[in-house]
């Protein structure tokens, strides 16, 4: 739910600003914002606090820097820095310098074991070939690679008469390149390289310090390097190692000081001050209230505050917004803020997704094997939250603090349980694995455990899941009309509420007509109450003054039919599943012993491989199309998207409480 939030004032001596400043920082749960201007001035920083902010403001930078070099990922608990602002910039600077060298240095082996990898060979033959040519004062060489023998015939006839065959042209084949040399006096060189050029050939460059070399020095330089380079390579990855374990979290600290530092006299130049005193204002969570009064009370002889409930109806966008959650349901605020901070009047929906969101994507999932996976997925992923160490996935080159992975892994956790309870009222496991096997059953083939619902048999089946699918829509479609015209009433608009009225009982006729339809009884109950619903829709629209809600309606109606997905997606999942088994159940019978000692290795490996393949492929998709319900056809039913927010942002330091 949205935390309730009230205003708090505190004026003061004007010296006694940075020691209040200190103290609301240390507590972590006021938001400072600026006063008015109109009668008080700007706080001006003293010469020695503005030099003071630039020394920090270094400090940071470099620090940050030096961590980008290093790849630290900064945690959130860190211990406090106990030097001074000299000994910081001391330490920052030397760091800083020497993660600059070695990363410099990395970068250039690394560049020059690429240049050994892509011209050792070539050189190699480059210098057999010419004998010491490249060295003559009167003759030019010209290395070149091309890739098939007939763009040498067309380049050797430009060259003849632009040359007056005053040129050599040789070449030696190099894997599955060949590489070329053209040798000519040097008064003609341009003419040959111009011919190169317009052959679309280009002429091998020398880089670096090889600018000057002749290709047997070359040659025999990159030999040596390619055995000295690694070694090289190596010992400077290990001494960035060790710097990053020796001044990693130090560099923390220092930087975690810094930023704080710099926070606080940004913060104390943009208060209200006059020319002895000084104003704060900020906001600070009704829940943690107390605190702040125990600590202002401690200077309670020397600075006056006051608190003010906020005014939810003239200022609700201008209120930060804190959301207060158990502690199931905290996890998945990330996927409500990731898109909006909803507005202080209005709606945190942060528990409804936290509810339905794992139960659906159980639904969809449905397996006990599956589910069983992804009990050792959280625990590797659990592993790097334990080590506090971050995760790189290459593939999409992301990297996870470990504050992130834990995030995810308290997600998994509500779906993983749902996932194994729908497998269970499915009877699947990596598809009909325990069928199979006789730990799941049917009437038509008994088990272990009786089968709830098979949903692959779609016979007997299907309508079932179809009716529960379509529920979830109704009730979550209505409730979002219902939300939205709360909300409305709330704010005291007027034409919100009547949309939202109007939809809900168009919706709301559309749904028993539909009822009716299918069912083929138009009971009395039923009209009356359809009928209802169409007169609040034509009401509705009337007070609204918008017709198209006339054209809009088998949209919104629609929404409800998207719901059918939950059962879609999943029934394919299934199919899928059940397929990954029967193929490696289809090697078993391949004929004595040894056929069937094959047949089962290599079904057990084929239908593993495949059950794998789907999980990877699938997983997000049984993820998305959940949360799609709720982004797109729940929050859109009480404009969530429109009713923007403030965040909550306290003044606090950077690595927690000290």
């Not at 995760?391 to 992130?404: D, H, I, N, Q, S």
């Amino acid at each position: 739910m949205i935390a309730r939030m009230e205003k708090i004032f505190i004026v003061g001596p004007k010296r006694l600003a940075p020691e209040i400043l200190f103290m609301l920082q240390q507590a972590g749960v006021v938001q400072v914002d600026s006063l008015p201007r109109d009668q008080l001035g700007a706080y001006q920083l003293e010469p020695g606090e503005e030099k003071r902010l630039r020394r920090w403001d270094a400090v940071a930078t470099s620090t940050d820097h030096t961590s980008g070099l290093l790849g630290l990922e900064f945690g959130a608990a860190v211990e406090p820095f106990l030097g001074d602002l000299e000994e910081a910039e001391a330490i920052a600077s030397s760091c800083e310098q020497r993660a600059a060298s070695l990363v410099e240095t990395r970068e250039r082996l690394r560049d020059e074991l690429q240049l050994i990898g892509q011209y050792q060979e070539v050189l190699e033959h480059l210098a057999a070939a010419m004998q010491g040519l490249d060295g003559s004062s009167r003759l030019a060489v010209i290395p070149f690679i091309v890739e098939r023998t007939e763009d040498l015939a067309a380049l050797e006839q430009e060259l003849s008469p632009a040359l007056d065959d005053r040129f050599l042209l040789t070449e030696r084949p190099v894997g599955n390149l060949i590489v070329a040399v053209i040798v000519t006096l040097k008064r003609d060189a341009e003419v040959a390289r111009g011919i190169l050029a317009h052959a679309g050939l280009h002429e091998l460059p020398r880089l670096g310090e090889y600018a000057r070399m002749g290709f047997r020095t070359m040659a025999a330089r990159l030999t040596a390097r390619s055995r000295l380079a690694p070694k090289e390579l190596a010992g400077v990855e290990e001494e960035l190692r060790h710097l990053r374990q020796e001044a990693g979290q130090e560099l923390r600290s220092i930087w975690s000081q810094a930023t704080d530092e710099t926070n606080r006299l940004h913060t104390l130049r943009a208060m209200a001050s006059g020319r002895y005193g000084f104003a704060l204002f900020g906001w600070t969570p009704v829940s943690q209230k107390t605190g702040v009064i125990e600590l202002l009370n401690r200077q309670c002889d020397r600075i006056l505050y006051t608190f003010e409930p906020a005014e939810e109806h003239h200022e609700p966008s201008l209120i930060p917004v804190l959301l207060e959650n158990p502690a199931w349901v905290k996890p998945f605020e990330a996927l409500i803020t990731f898109l909006n901070t909803p507005r202080y009047d209005s709606w945190d929906p942060t528990w409804i997704t936290a509810t339905l969101l794992p139960l659906w994507v159980g639904m969809i999932m449905g397996d006990v094997g599956y589910g069983l996976v992804f009990i050792g997925v959280a625990w590797y992923l659990s592993r790097f939250v334990r080590r506090n160490q971050v995760l790189k996935v290459e593939f999409f080159k992301m990297r996870l603090a470990p504050e992130t992975v834990a995030q995810v892994v308290r997600i998994m956790k509500p779906m993983i349980v749902w996932t194994i309870l729908w497998g269970c009222v499915y009877g699947e496991c990596f598809g009909n694995l325990f069928h199979r096997l006789g730990v799941f059953g049917t009437a038509h083939h008994p088990g272990l455990i009786p089968t709830l619902i098979r949903r692959t048999d779609t016979a007997a089946t299907a309508t079932l899941l179809i009716l529960v699918s379509i529920g979830f829509g109704i009730i979550q479609v209505l409730h979002g009309f219902v939300l939205k015209a709360q909300l409305s009433r709330r704010h005291g608009e007027k034409k919100p509420f009547w949309e939202a009225s109007g939809y809900f009982g168009g919706v709301f006729a559309l749904m028993l007509f539909g009822y009716a339809f299918m069912t083929e009884g138009y009971p009395r109950w039923l009209l009356i109450a359809m009928f209802a619903g169409a007169a609040l829709f034509v009401f509705g629209m009337i007070l609204a003054k918008m017709p198209l809600m006339i054209a809009e309606l088998p949209t919104q109606g629609g929404h409800i039919l998207s719901y059918i997905r939950l059962y879609a997606v999943g029934m394919a999942s299934a199919i899928l599943a059940d397929l990954a088994t029967d193929i490696g159940f289809a090697f078993y019978p391949m004929g004595g012993i040894a056929g069937v000692f094959m047949g089962i290795v290599i079904g057990l490996g084929l239908g593993l491989l495949i059950h794998a393949l789907l999980l990877i492929l699938l997983t997000i998709s049984h993820v998305v199309q959940p949360i799609r319900l709720i982004w797109v056809e729940f929050f859109t039913k009480f404009d969530f998207y429109t009713l923007s927010g403030r965040p909550y942002r306290p003044f606090k330091v950077q690595g927690g409480a000290p």
